[in-house]
């Protein structure tokens, strides 16, 4: 793989912009000293009047443009990861609704053989498991008859299956056996989130002393916060738990996510999409596991009952929405879609920041928060459309 130098950019580090440029060798970043120049004849992507920052971590979308997580291959996970990346993801997880045993392995194995294919779009770190350990009075669009109480024993053997792809999973802590499982799940080494709930506050509290460390879709299919009994969502806003949000104008009101983020601070915060195969596409029929969802003005819920089912959000544009509803500059918005996902998925080593060694994931973006390109690994994976902007040599 060629050098490639990026020169004259904006460089988001440190929760700072500062100008400077990067090399990208082997498909790593390193960020040169102001007294360097870059090498005669060198690869060069000139970003002057654009701001290079680490590409986006979505750790909870069930996929998009026509392909669905649960039923994808492999080469539908690959497809999924370029629409990502075209839209500044450049890792996510990709999260399995509760299936049958049988359904849910045969994600693991599409997964294997994803690793093991050619890949160009975003990158699949692993797998989300969203249940089956949940509660059935808050299953959304989960199937109730596939709901099942806490069983590390079936935890463990996804793991093994999927030989520690497993990086993420969301229970609910009032279901019985589930408590006892949380701190055996950190062990194995799936990060456990609290969702799905109706808890109240003392089990909810327990749970995170028991070792949950974030909070799926934050205010959805959950119980509520009451003055007089704070509940699973009063927990997650007092705890250090990370809270997953889903920015969409839908799932939460512009109000309570700036309520979130001055609760929780930009630093516990984690924009997440929670997209489903509609993301992408027009509205219209599609399906969220075995249901059906039907899709009108981009709002997805589902057919049997209008319970909300997902997204069509993209992070993009979340990114977008959060800048408009928060009004905070663009350095307090992005760690909630890089460092604090990387933070909470234990990836800090290698993703979310911009910083000597880590993977050369990148987004240029112009100053109206449009997508210039796109890198994952170094290699650009979008379209170059800003004017001017291209690969010269030095």
């Not at 998009?64 to 370029?82: F, M, P, Q, R």
């Not at 975003?122 to 949940?134: K, R, S, T």
């Not at 109000?255 to 999409?273: E, H, P, Q």
């Not at 000597?356 to 210039?372: C, P, S, T, Y």
Request: hydrophobic share 40%; net charge negative; proline share 4%.
């Amino acid at each position: 793989m060629e050098d490639i130098y990026i020169v004259n950019g904006e460089i988001y580090r440190g929760h700072q912009f500062r100008r400077g440029n990067l090399e990208i060798r082997g498909g790593k970043l390193r960020c040169m000293a102001a007294e360097e120049t870059v090498p005669a004849g060198a690869r060069v992507l000139d970003a002057a009047g654009l701001k290079v920052v680490p590409g986006f971590i979505d750790i909870h979308t069930h996929g998009a443009t026509g392909i669905d997580v649960n039923c994808a291959s492999a080469n539908d996970l690959e497809k999924t990861g370029c629409f990502f990346a075209k839209n500044g993801t450049t890792s996510w997880l990709a999260s399995v609704l509760t299936d049958t045993k049988e359904q849910t392995e045969w994600c693991i194995r599409q997964y294997h053989l994803y690793r093991r294919g050619e890949r160009r779009g975003a990158e699949l770190l692993g797998i989300h498991l969203e249940g089956p350990f949940l509660a059935s009075a808050y299953k959304g669009a989960m199937p109730e008859e596939l709901l099942r109480e806490g069983d590390i024993s079936l935890a463990e053997h996804y793991q093994k299956l999927a030989e520690g792809g497993i990086r993420y999973m969301t229970v609910s802590p009032e279901v019985p056996g589930v408590l006892e499982m949380i701190p055996l799940l950190e062990g194995i080494g799936i990060v456990a989130a609290m969702g799905h709930s109706g808890a109240d506050y003392a089990t909810a509290m327990r749970a995170v002393r028991q070792g949950v460390r974030a909070v799926t879709h934050t205010g959805n299919a959950m119980r509520l916060l009451h003055q007089h009994e704070p509940a699973v969502l009063g927990a997650a806003l007092e705890s250090d738990a990370y809270c997953e949000v889903i920015c969409d104008g839908r799932h939460l009101h512009p109000g309570t996510v700036r309520l979130i983020i001055k609760t929780k601070g930009t630093d516990r915060v984690i924009a997440v999409t929670d997209s489903i195969m509609a993301a992408g596409l027009p509205d219209g029929k599609y399906h969220l596991g075995v249901n059906e969802v039907i899709v009108e003005a981009g709002d997805a819920k589902l057919a049997s009952d209008g319970v909300r089912a997902g997204s069509t959000l993209t992070q993009k544009l979340a990114l977008k929405n959060l800048l408009s509803w928060t009004g905070l500059p663009l350095e307090d918005i992005l760690p909630m879609l890089t460092e604090n996902p990387a933070n909470l998925l234990g990836i800090s080593d290698r993703k979310g920041f911009i910083a000597d060694g880590k993977d050369a994931d990148l987004v240029l973006l112009d100053d109206d928060q449009e997508i210039a390109a796109v890198m994952v690994a170094g290699i650009c994976v979008s379209d170059c459309n800003v004017p001017g902007m291209e690969y010269r040599r030095a």
